[in-house]
C-alpha cells in the first residue's frame, strides 16, 4: 500500500521508466529493488542517515562484515541482500561500495548509478530506488559534484544501453517501470527542482542521456 504521507516529487518519464524523488532512506523504501552507496569509511565519525538506519534494520550486519574485510565498499564492488529481514521494507537490497569518500568525484558516483539501474534490471525488478550516501559518508559539501545531473546522466545512460540491448534481441525487454531517487525531507523540495531541471536537459535531444558506455 502507496503512503501518502511520503514527500514524492516527479522528475519525468524516459523510455518507459517514472523517475521521481521521495523522502525516505534505503531500508524504507517500498520498490522491488533498494540501492545504498557505502564508502570504505566514514568522515569525522561513523554512518549517519539512511545508510545507518539500513545497518540498523539489517541488525549491524552490514558494519560488520566492512569491518570484518568481507565487503570492504571498494570503487564498484557489490553486496547483494536477497533475503532481507522483516524491518526492512524493499524485497532486495543492493550495496554498491563507492571507496575512499574524500576522492569521490562525479564519474564515480554516475558509474555507480550505472551499476544499480542495471543490476536492478538483472534481478527482474519493476520499481528500485537510489541512495547515493554521500552525506552519510560525511561529505557535506557537494556542490562541485552536480549530483543530480550526474546521477540521471548515470541512470538514463544504462536505460539506454539495456533497451539498446533487447532491440538488438540480445536480451529480454527491462520491466523496470519506476526509479526513485531517495533524499532527506528537508533536502526533498530543493533537490526534486533540480532533478527536474536535469531531467529536461538531458532529454530534450535526440540522443538522451549518457550514450558513452561504462
Do not use: K
Not at 525531507?185 to 549518457?210: C, H, I, K, N, Y
Amino acid at each position: 500500500m502507496t503512503d501518502t504521507s511520503l514527500i514524492r516529487l516527479p522528475i519525468g518519464t524516459h523510455d518507459g521508466v517514472v523517475f521521481d524523488v521521495v523522502a525516505w532512506g534505503p531500508a524504507h523504501a517500498d520498490v522491488d529493488f533498494s540501492v545504498a552507496c557505502m564508502f570504505e569509511h566514514e568522515l569525522g565519525g561513523g554512518m549517519a542517515g539512511g545508510l545507518l538506519a539500513l545497518d540498523q534494520a539489517l541488525g549491524g550486519r552490514l558494519s560488520r562484515l566492512r569491518a570484518a574485510g568481507a565487503f570492504r565498499a571498494q570503487p564498484l564492488e557489490t553486496l547483494l541482500i536477497t533475503s532481507p529481514p522483516p524491518a526492512v521494507v524493499p524485497r532486495a537490497v543492493l550495496v554498491i561500495g563507492m571507496g575512499d569518500p574524500a576522492l569521490l568525484d562525479g564519474d564515480m558516483l554516475r558509474r555507480a548509478c550505472r551499476v544499480a539501474l542495471r543490476e536492478a534490471i538483472r534481478y527482474g525488478a519493476v520499481s528500485m530506488a537510489f541512495a547515493p550516501s554521500v552525506l552519510d559518508a560525511g561529505r557535506t559539501d557537494n556542490a562541485a559534484l552536480d549530483m543530480q545531473n550526474v546521477m540521471l546522466t548515470g541512470m538514463l545512460g544504462a536505460l539506454r544501453a539495456e533497451h539498446m540491448l533487447a532491440q538488438a534481441g540480445l536480451a529480454a525487454a527491462p520491466s523496470l517501470r519506476h526509479c526513485t531517487f531517495d533524499v532527506g525531507a528537508p533536502r526533498a523540495q530543493a533537490a526534486g527542482r533540480a532533478f527536474a531541471e536535469a531531467f529536461v536537459r538531458l532529454t530534450a535531444g535526440p540522443s538522451s542521456g549518457d550514450s558513452a558506455g561504462s
